[in-house]
Antibody, heavy 124, light 107 residues
Framework: QVQLQESGPGLVKPSQTLSLTCTVT??????????WSWIRQPPGKGLEWIGY???????YYNPSLKSRLTISVDTSRKQFSMNLNSVSAADTAIYYC????????????????WGQGTLVTVSS | EIVMTQSPATLSQSPGERATLSCRAS??????VAWYQQKPGQPPRLLIY???TRATGIPARFSGSGSGTEFTLTISSLQSEDFAVYYC?????????FGQGTRVEIK
């Protein structure tokens, strides 16, 4: 059974770069059936999709974050990562990595597996 | 961007009762909607995809319906473990968007 685990600093200073990595275990990151996404949730609030990366490096970002965001994949390490620069307090959130399934009619489609999430606080 | 609006924000129900949660999309999304359950301190868990198909391992008391812009998640008989927050999500358009959530609490 595939599992996802986020890692990275829990505290980032304003204007700096937030960097997180998601490690995939129990399955292949190179399967063409899945996309690999980041989603965030400010404390006590709802969910915001950040962006995805495919195993071949193709990415797609939420337009609201696109100018500050980079998502990449390292298939040899079975990891994918995100960098969000010029952060502010508004970027304080629990960051989840998730697997997005590719169905026969929609690709990608729903999020079928999630990491436990990591809280990142932006504060000086 | 498609806005997903969930109602009510909070649903107070007793165990054994039927719960009906609504989700409305600001634009047509066909049946391309998923539902997730989130408990405190946990990530969301996929319940329903394609508006009405239960994910693997999801009990039959959970059912989804709807198409177009109006969607419903029904829990036929609330169990203690069902008290949580529920989110709808559309994957018909980019960016993917979620509703703001409905909290199902014990009355």
């Amino acid at each position: 059974q595939v599992q996802l685990q986020e890692s990275g600093p829990g505290l980032v200073k304003p204007s700096q770069t937030l960097s997180l990595t998601c490690t995939v275990t129990g399955g292949s990151i190179s399967s063409g059936d899945y996309y690999w996404s980041w989603i965030r949730q400010p404390p006590g609030k709802g969910l915001e999709w950040i962006g995805y990366v495919y195993f071949n490096g193709v990415t797609y970002y939420n337009p609201s974050l696109k100018s500050r965001l980079t998502i990449s994949v390292d298939t040899s390490r079975k990891q994918f990562s995100m960098n969000l620069n010029s952060v502010s307090a508004a970027d304080t959130a629990i960051y989840y990595c998730a697997r997005e399934y590719c169905s026969s009619t929609n690709c990608p489609a729903w999020f079928d597996t999630w990491g436990q999430g990591t809280l990142v606080t932006v504060s000086s | 961007e498609i806005v997903m609006t969930q109602s009510p924000a909070t649903l107070s129900q007793s165990p054994g009762e039927r719960a009906t949660l609504s989700c409305r999309a600001s634009q047509y999304v066909s049946n391309i909607v998923a539902w997730y359950q989130q408990k405190p301190g946990q990530p969301p868990r996929l319940l329903i995809y394609g508006a009405s198909t239960r994910a693997t391992g999801i009990p039959a008391r959970f059912s989804g319906s709807g198409s177009g812009t109006e969607f419903t998640l029904t829990i036929s008989s609330l169990q203690s473990e069902d008290f949580a927050v529920y989110y709808c999500q559309q994957y018909n358009n980019w960016p993917r968007t979620f509703g703001q959530g409905t909290r199902v609490e014990i009355k």
